[in-house]
């Protein structure tokens, strides 16, 4: 470091631990990767193309912070196929992807000594925006159980107090593929009325589930002023990770200031880029459809194999495109998968990475090509000697 001194908050940042052991890939020839959240697929041509036909027409000055109006739209119609919600323009934001969504609600929110609670294994990018604001971060894990991931509504309730400013959840969740039930999403929406604690309800998994069109969502519950903001991104519904887009829903009132944080932050996302995701919403449906089917079949297909092998536990989910598994005699995770990748070459993502409630398992990512799958399998069974 230089002599200059810089914020505690920013010295003390580290690296995810899923980076740590990905990184080690990256060295390493001919490796199985199922650790990062997205798919061997890249973004559909009709999505591609549109970007360019935008940016030929010059689609390529500063525009609306807020995002493109036609953006705007097309995601207000898009709620309303999926959820029969009417939403106004003013509570819609483009935002440069769900990350950029998240760290510029955060810090609309977040003064030093706030609390932050989360519901874990959690993605852990959003603690470290709280980090990064100076609050502090709570977990509430849920319970791996034989059909799945429980949440105790009371225990997120009892881990509040009077500096919680936020409740954060992914739903379906990542790592888990966790879904809030209906009457646990009815009832933390009571609370944080009574409360006055936000929500940040993350929906970016939204589409990536295998037994209904989306799963069910904040918004088809809430008010337009309750204390809720919704995060979605193009990222995982339309294989764009590498765009930077996404988009939040927030409460009515705070849309001037929310566009002028974006500006401040961004400037808005770029226009070539949005004009493409309007393409993505108005004609991507079929694409999404079989997308979602190729995961289900990658789902049923690792499941399978999992279920076949010794030491191998799966929790099962109906959600994301993520399993998390556990391994007996495991050890720690993130050591556990460094080995696993300096001698099998297959790529998992530690549980650690995911807060409390993570540290036994480890995330695969199934949204591959079968022959990877497959591969992937085969090295992981010979690396448990089974
Ligand atoms: C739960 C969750 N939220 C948000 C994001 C952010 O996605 P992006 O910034 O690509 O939109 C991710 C990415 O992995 C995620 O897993």
Known sequence: MTGL?????FLKLRDSEIRAVWQMGFTIPDVVGLWVGESDISTPDFIC???????????TFYTHQRGIPELRQALIEYHQMLYNVTLTDDRIAVTSAGMNAIMAIVQS?????????????????IFRCVEIMGGSTREVPLEPGQNGWFLDIEKLFAATDHRTRVIYLA?????????INDSDRRALLDFARKRNIAIIADEVYNRLIYNCLASPSFLEIAEPDDPLFV?????????????????????????????????????G????????????????????RQWVDRCRQGRVF??????????VSVIPSEASFYLMLRIEEMGDSIEFCKKMVEEAKIGLAPGAAFGKGGENFLRLCYAQSELKLAKGMDRLQNFLGN
């Open 5 to 9: 001194e810089m914020r505690p908050e």
């Open 49 to 59: 193309d549109a970007a360019t036909r935008a940016m030929k027409e010059g689609k």
């Open 109 to 125: 929110l977040v003064s030093p000594g706030d609390n932050v609670i989360g519901v874990s294994p959690v993605w852990p990018n």
């Open 171 to 179: 739903t379906p969740g990542n790592p888990t593929g966790w879904v």
């Open 231 to 267: 995060v979605n991104s193009f990222s995982k519904t339309w294989c764009m990770t590498g765009w930077r887009l996404g988009w939040m829903i927030m409460p009515r009132n705070v849309s001037t200031q929310m566009e002028r944080l974006i500006g401040f932050n961004t400037s």
């Open 269 to 288: 996302a770029q226009p070539f880029l949005q004009e493409a995701a309007i393409v993505a919403i108005r004609e991507g449906e079929e694409w999404v």
């Open 302 to 311: 690792v499941l399978e194999r999992l279920r076949n092998m010794n030491r």
